[in-house]
């Protein structure tokens, strides 16, 4: 899989190449700017960027406004933006467009070297992997009296939560050891209380789960 | 030609009881006359003191009054009292300017304006009888006179100035010296802590990985959580510093994104280009931030609106809300942290909330850039 990384500090940049190539990524470049970022992955066009949200020459949110301008070029293209914090406004942005294949993680989550590797490939095949803490966020605001959200039971909680995250009912009946069928029923009952339109693509029900969180 | 008429009863009832209070003044300047050299003898300093304090109200009627008959608004000039004990007090009292411009006026008033009251009641009666007459001239001139005496001059208002840099950079050092404590402990206790424990562990590992590769991985695994511990700990503290999304997209973005997390919905709106001077920018996020959990915690509310606009040099942002009202910038310690914030940076804090709101919160700040 070809992974184009941006990432200012040395130490970090070589950290995540080793990472990724230790995982079988071919890392096609690793730049440490903004305005190279932005050139890499239109020349490149690869599978993934791992994306580091502050970079020069401003410091600020220079790598999220390039991944967001480079996916304004080439929709879809799959983006995993990391961040030494995570803000609620800034995966709103990222999840703007709707054609999935984003990622927001704190930058603490590449230390669980093979949940960080699997967030890497399930953005790339055009999944999402939303932070637990973005989520928590999400839920926190969502958990005013009057949200369908609070009709729903803690297991279900739980469930939802997990698939904003954008896991698999797959990954949520191993996470949570129930069978699969179990989860599916979950997330029907989910989808009921809060009113939204049934989908049997996981891709698609993640980014309405989030659309539904964020709005 | 009833207004006229009304015009010149009002001149003739001011001149009336102006008379009185002019010859008030002229007991409380024989009171001070006499008070100063009684100094000597102990007497004259509680009379001094009291003669000072009859003298401020009295001066205060004339403020107002003088100033609506010449259609300016004419401010009070006096400092804060100091706190302290008596003997603190009076010194205060006495080495502030607007003192000594009072009494000049007490000695003014007692004498000439205690004749031009005398004429201006002649002259109000005749002015009653002889309509073609322009009315209340005496009281004019009367009016002229305090005004001129009883208004901030360059020196009080110095004086005053003086006074409010003075309290609002003693609470600004208070205040950032209880911060800086408050980042010392949070880093001691935390971060600092962990980091400890994530050397401990690393260690052990080091140690035991040829003996017992079971247990190393098992500490392994604990330095990771402890190092995750940390990050998130150090990540809590900046964003009580400076949150980064402040540095990264300024005061609106930075609002904005504390709006999205907020539990009900609010409309963030604003009328600014481009950012701010970066002090400027923290008070106002920060004013912000507290107004807005204020509103949160206590309003009730179900919905709420922010606005941030500069104009004309000033800085001015606005949280309205549709909550239960009855906000009291005396009673609540919020509001109170607000103001304080504020007035660091010369900036203002407005409170309108009837019981029964809505509650609006005006915060300006001056911000020429």
């Known amino acids: 899989m070809r992974v184009v990384i941006a990432e200012d500090l040395a130490l970090l940049r070589d950290g995540l190449i080793r990472l990724l190539e230790a995982h079988d990524f071919e890392v096609l470049e690793a730049v440490d700017n903004g305005p190279s970022l932005l050139r890499a992955l239109t020349t490149h066009r690869p599978d993934v960027a791992v994306v580091d949200v502050r970079l020069p020459p401003t410091f600020t949110d220079e790598g999220l406004r390039a991944a967001i301008e480079a996916r304004a070029q080439l929709p879809g293209l799959p983006v995993l933006v990391l961040s030494q914090y995570v803000e609620q406004l800034y995966a709103r942005e990222l999840l703007a467009d709707r054609s999935g294949g984003v990622g927001y993680l704190l930058k603490d989550r590449v230390f669980n070297v093979g949940q960080f590797v699997d967030a890497v490939r399930q953005v790339a095949a055009g999944g999402t992997a939303m932070d637990p803490e973005v989520v928590a966020q999400l839920l926190s605001r969502r958990s005013a009296a009057d949200e369908p959200i609070t009709t729903l039971t803690p297991r279900e909680r739980e469930v939802l939560g997990l698939m904003a995250e954008g896991r698999s009912n797959a990954a949520i009946a191993a996470r949570l050891f129930i069978t699969e069928k179990a989860v599916s029923k979950h997330t029907n009952s989910i989808f009921a209380r809060l009113a939204l339109p049934p989908s049997e693509d996981d891709n698609r029900r993640v980014l309405a789960v989030l659309a539904y969180l964020n709005g | 030609m009833v207004n006229d008429f009304v015009n010149r009863i009002r001149m003739l009832v001011w001149a009336l009881l102006a008379l009185p209070l002019a010859a008030f003044c002229t007991v409380l300047f024989v009171l001070a006359v006499a008070g100063f050299p009684l100094v000597v003898v102990w007497v004259g300093i509680p009379l001094l003191f009291a003669t000072i304090l009859t003298l401020r109200p009295i001066a205060n009627i004339h403020r107002r009054y003088a100033g609506a008959l010449i259609g300016r608004e004419v401010g009070s000039p ?245 909550g239960a009202g009855g906000a009291d910038e005396s009673l609540g310690t919020g509001l109170r942290g607000i103001a304080r914030r504020l007035s660091a940076f010369d900036g203002t804090l407005d409170v309108t909330s009837p019981v029964g709101g809505p509650t609006v919160l005006t915060m300006t700040l001056p911000c020429t850039s």
């Open chain 2, 78 to 322: 006096y400092l804060r009292r100091p706190s302290g004990n008596l003997l603190v007090r009076m010194r205060g009292l006495l080495i502030e300017p607007a003192t000594w411009r009072d009494f000049a006026w007490v000695a003014v008033n007692g004498t000439v304006g205690l004749v031009l009251c005398i004429v201006g009641i002649v002259e109000g009666i005749l002015d009653l009888i002889f309509w073609w007459l322009p009315p209340g001239m005496m009281v004019r001139v009367h009016a002229y006179l305090a005004c001129a005496l009883l208004a901030p001059n360059e020196r009080t208002s110095l004086a005053q100035r003086v006074q409010q840099l003075t309290e609002s950079r003693a609470e600004t050092v208070d205040t950032s010296a209880a911060e800086l404590r408050r980042i010392e402990r949070d880093l001691h206790d935390g971060a600092q802590a962990r980091l400890v424990a994530l050397g401990m562990s690393l260690g052990l590992a080091e140690e035991q990985l040829a003996r017992d590769p079971d247990n190393a991985r098992a500490l392994l695994a604990e330095a990771r959580e402890t190092s995750s511990a940390a990050l998130a700990e150090l990540r809590d503290l900046v964003r009580g510093i400076h949150p980064p999304v402040l540095a990264d997209r300024g005061l609106v973005g930075a609002v904005r994104a504390l709006c999205l997390a907020a539990p009900i919905p609010i409309e963030v709106t604003d009328e600014l280009s481009g950012r701010l001077p970066a002090p400027v920018e923290s008070a106002a996020y920060f004013a912000l931030a507290e107004a807005v959990t204020n509103m949160i915690k206590h309003s009730g509310a179900s919905t709420a609106s922010v606005h941030i606009e500069h104009r004309e040099g000033l800085l001015r942002m606005q949280v309205r809300d549709d």
